[in-house]
Nanobody
Framework: QLKLVQSGGGLVHPGGSLTLSCAAS????????IGWFRQGPGKEREVISC????????YYTDSVILRFTVSRDSAKNTVHLQMNRLLDEDTAEYYC?????????????????????????WGQGTQVTVSS
């Protein structure tokens, strides 16, 4: 059974960088997409990035594009989220989630607005706090 364990996160000053990791066990991620989500204080959960593990193609929402980079390490069954130029508003609990992706669904499709991710497998979450 697939399980995701997250690492990384912590406290960083505005403008700083952090890397989050999402390590999978119990199954290869080859046929999955990994989404990164966050939920800030008093806010709803939002998806911020998705990566299709079979080819590494990625999608970013407007709130993080050009600042965050998602990458895969297929050998280690792990996905990383490199976060640069962090802003106060990036403060949130961050989650990764895995979904089986059919061949005709790309990373943008996984990140499409309005999806509930009801069948996804979730990591435990990790806190990122951006503060001076």
């Amino acid at each position: 059974q697939l399980k995701l364990v997250q690492s990384g996160g912590g406290l960083v000053h505005p403008g700083g960088s952090l890397t989050l990791s999402c390590a999978a066990s119990g199954s290869t991620l080859e046929y999955y997409g990994i989404g990164w989500f966050r939920q800030g204080p008093g806010k709803e959960r939002e998806v911020i990035s998705c990566i299709r593990m079979s080819d590494g193609s990625a999608y970013y929402t407007d709130s993080v594009i050009l600042r965050f980079t998602v990458s895969r390490d297929s050998a280690k069954n792990t996905v990383h989220l490199q976060m640069n130029r962090l802003l106060d508003e990036d403060t949130a609990e961050y989650y990764c989630a895995a979904e089986y992706l059919p061949r005709d669904v790309n990373a943008a499709g996984m990140c499409a607005a309005g999806r509930t991710y009801a069948g996804a497998i979730w990591g435990q979450g990790t806190q990122v706090t951006v503060s001076s």
